[in-house]
């Protein structure tokens, strides 16, 4: 049974910044790519960040390039997305989601992160992020 758990959201001006945190538990989390995504009202799911396994490569979604950086601690069993200068525009839910199976890059998180079927990851119960202008 995998299990993910975020924390760090809340209200945050423009500009300022806030530090995601997901913990994972129920298996091995070093052999598996892990991501974040987001959702607005009204919006499909987006992609924002993804990591390897290993954690020595990254891909992020063009909206966020320079502002957001994901990285994982392996140890600690946690992936974090620092975010940095944020905008209105990023107002969402944000969820930690798990790679289903091994050893696959952060651009394999992106195309199964994004299916419709949502049982091709697994989630966490999502965490809410406000900017305000």
């Known amino acids: 049974q995998v299990q993910l758990v975020e924390s760090g959201g809340g209200l945050v001006q423009a500009g300022g910044s806030l530090r995601l945190s997901c913990a994972a538990s129920g298996r091995s989390f070093s052999d598996y790519a892990m991501g974040w995504f987001r959702q607005a009202p009204g919006k499909e799911r987006e992609f924002v960040a993804a990591?390897?396994?290993?954690?020595?490569?990254?891909y992020y979604a063009d909206s966020v390039k320079g502002r957001f950086t994901i990285s994982r601690d392996n140890v600690k069993n946690t992936v974090y997305l620092q975010m940095n200068s944020l905008k209105p525009e990023d107002t969402a839910v944000y969820y930690c989601?798990?790679?289903?199976?091994?050893?696959?890059?952060?651009?394999?998180?992106?195309?199964?992160?994004?299916?419709?079927?949502?049982?091709?990851?697994?989630w966490g119960q999502g965490t809410q992020v406000t900017v305000s202008s």
């Open positions: 990591i390897s396994w290993s954690g020595s490569s990254t």
């Open positions: 989601a798990g790679d289903t199976q091994q050893y696959r890059g952060p651009r394999s998180m992106v195309v199964v992160g994004l299916m419709k079927n949502r049982s091709n990851v697994y």
